[in-house]
């Protein structure tokens, strides 16, 4: 490899050509590696820890390094991934990212790639669209739910004006952790962050939301937003999102749908029922890496009405007074937005659903609820098992009717057999394993081999 940091054609061949061949060959692995590896040994830290050589290094040897490196840690590539929310990664938007990143355009402002931008705001409509948001509504590709959680904040302060110090935000205790953290972020004072008990079905309790409301109003505080979700990381579980919504207009608060994790079921007749009520949202965290199956980075923000997100976010400096003004077609994203260089995310999501089509993402998404169904069904067939609440979309919520300790020794056992991963919670104060199907490289097969890890694990 050259030093010359502009390769020439050859080399830009050469190092492709085995960076592919790299690719190709993970890939073709997959299916028989484990899904998860030991704990990464501290002469392995040491040796991928050195700093940057003055010198060139061969690339085979650094691709020889990269091996080892992926060899620790949790397989988030691999269909027996079934912990947290999966990513799927599909190669197709990994292209995408690649194309991107070697145009390299800037798409910060209306004047760097007009025509990516317009591509991108293409697939904000088409996302806009699929929740029922009126014409006017638009939004911003960002690096995942929680700078999304992070916007919607904000631009919800802003209906407040600077003097937000009376404003109170409302969320679930099943609700992600991002939620609370970006009101902090945000500078809305620990004590003004209410947080609302689940009711019986997990969901927030409404009632309880209500209460809470009045008694705010009433000690002259300012209700700000109500954040609820749209598919808990914990169960998978849905809000009650319209009835979230009337208490939301009936005192003038802003409603964010916190859907990073389920949005994007919204492509399927099931998926668009148990949403009901999204598209009365002032705004809508999507994550397209998540249930659009995209490589890690590319979540998104939906707004009911822009000019409330430009009113929040716009700002430049004097050497930004070339750039046009933000047009609804070709928008300025850094003034929707915390980030002023951004990739163009638009292009690896573009790309992907232009050649696999829509209806593709929804086959998938279907598999994905027909998995969760028959995984539920069947383990609710066993006397030792309890389901933790009906699965709305596609996380499996379980525990071991003998308590704690056994269920504790189900998920040590399914994650020490290599032939899937899972990861826990705890729901009423009770140790809780969770199965979340989320890949196109999940199979049936994966699904029936963590049910049998479950059986072995319970006969001893």
């Known amino acids: ?98 194309l991107g990143a070697v145009t390299n355009r800037y798409t910060g402002g209306t004047h760097g790639a007009p025509g990516l931008i317009a591509i991108e705001a293409g697939v904000v409509r088409w996302m806009c669209g699929l929740f029922g948001l009126p014409d006017d509504s638009s939004g911003i590709l960002l690096s995942g739910g929680s700078v999304a959680n992070l916007t919607a904040t904000v631009a919800a302060r802003s209906r407040l004006g600077d003097e937000f110090a009376h404003g109170v935000v409302y969320t679930s205790e099943r609700a992600h952790h991002s939620v609370t953290k970006a009101a902090r972020i945000a500078g809305v004072h620990p004590n003004r962050i209410r947080i609302i008990a689940a009711d019986a079905s997990l969901r927030l309790d409404t009632g309880l939301l209500e209460k809470t409301i009045a008694a705010d109003v009433a000690a002259g505080l300012a209700p700000m937003m109500i954040a609820v979700s749209a598919g808990t990381t914990d169960t998978g579980t849905v809000d009650p999102l319209a009835a979230c919504a009337r208490i939301a207009e009936s005192i003038g608060a802003w409603l964010h749908v916190d859907a990073a994790y389920g949005g994007f079921f919204v492509l399927t007749e099931r998926g668009r029922a148990r949403l009901n009520g999204i598209e009365m949202a002032d705004s809508i965290t999507v994550d397209a890496h998540k249930s659009l199956f995209m490589p890690f980075g590319i979540g998104g923000l939906l707004v009911r009405d822009e000019s409330q997100l430009v009113d929040s976010l716009e700002g430049r400096g004097s050497y930004m007074q070339d750039v046009p003004e933000h047009g609804r077609e070709v928008p300025n994203y850094f003034a929707m937005g915390p980030e002023l260089t951004r990739p163009p995310r638009g292009l690896e999501v573009w790309l992907a659903l232009n050649l696999h089509g829509v209806e593709a993402f929804r086959t998938e998404l279907d598999r994905m609820l027909d ?30 009717t003998a308590g704690d300790g056994t269920t504790r020794a189900i ?43 479950i059986r072995e694990a319970l006969a001893g």
Do not use: C
Request: aromatic share 6%; glycine share 4%; net charge negative.
């Open 1 to 98: 490899m050259p030093e010359d940091l502009e390769l020439d054609p050859v080399g830009r061949r050469d190092l492709a050509d085995a960076a592919f061949n790299y690719a190709e060959e993970y890939l073709n692995a997959l299916p028989g590696t484990p899904a998860s590896y030991p704990p990464i040994t501290p002469d392995l830290i040491s040796r991928l820890a050195v700093p940057p050589a003055e010198e060139a290094r061969p690339l085979p040897h650094l691709l020889e390094l990269l091996s080892r490196a992926l060899e620790s840690g949790i397989d988030t590539s691999s269909g027996k991934f079934l912990s947290y929310i999966p990513s799927g990664g599909i190669y197709s938007a990994a292209i995408g990212r690649l």
């Open 371 to 400: 998995l969760t169904a028959w995984t539920a069904r069947v383990l609710a067939d066993l006397p030792e098992i309890e389901v933790i609440a009906d699965p709305e979309l596609s996380i499996v919520a379980f525990r071991s």
């Open 411 to 453: 998920a040590r056992h399914m994650n020490d057999s290599g032939d899937v991963h899972v990861s826990s919670t705890t729901v009423d104060e009770r140790f809780i394993v969770r199965l979340a199907f989320l890949s196109q490289r999940t199979t049936a097969d994966v699904a029936r081999r963590a049910v049998e890890l």
